[in-house]
């Protein structure tokens, strides 16, 4: 059964910065765009970023642009989300997830993701 499992979480000030990891098990991982979403206390789960399966195409919401990066390794079957310049607004459960594809704009990517990792809890204080 594939199984997709965040660490890198905590807790942080605003300005700094956390890796997020997730690694696939189970998963014909270099099949898959992976990517990742936020889901904050009483709004719905949002993408955040999106990679390709090969790497080559990497997409951002508007609010991580020029502060997040996604990479991937398909060796070890891991994707990671750079996470610098943090902000309080950025707190929020981030999770792990497999797609059929990265779509252009984060809004329909949830409807492409096939498997979902259980998350990790990311807080930003001021």
């Known amino acids: 059964q594939v199984q997709l499992e965040e660490s890198g979480g905590g807790l942080v000030q605003a300005g700094g910065s956390l890796n997020l990891s997730c690694i696939a098990s189970?998963?014909?991982?270099?099949?898959?765009?992976m990517a990742w979403f936020s889901e904050a206390p009483g709004k719905e789960r949002e993408g955040v970023s999106c990679?390709?399966?090969?790497?080559?195409?990497?997409i951002f919401a508007d609010s991580v642009k020029g502060r997040f990066t996604i990479s991937r390794d398909n060796a070890k079957n891991t994707v990671t989300l750079q996470m610098n310049s943090l902000r309080v607004e950025d707190t929020a459960r981030y999770y792990c997830?497999?797609?059929?594809?990265?779509?252009?704009?984060?809004?329909?990517?949830?409807?492409?993701?096939?498997?979902w990792g259980q998350g990790t809890q990311v807080t930003v204080s001021s």
């Open positions: 997830a497999a797609a059929s594809t990265c779509t252009v704009t984060m809004d329909t990517l949830s409807v492409w993701v096939d498997y």
């Open positions: 189970s998963l014909n991982f270099d099949s898959y765009a």
């Open positions: 990679i390709a399966w090969d790497g080559e195409e990497t």
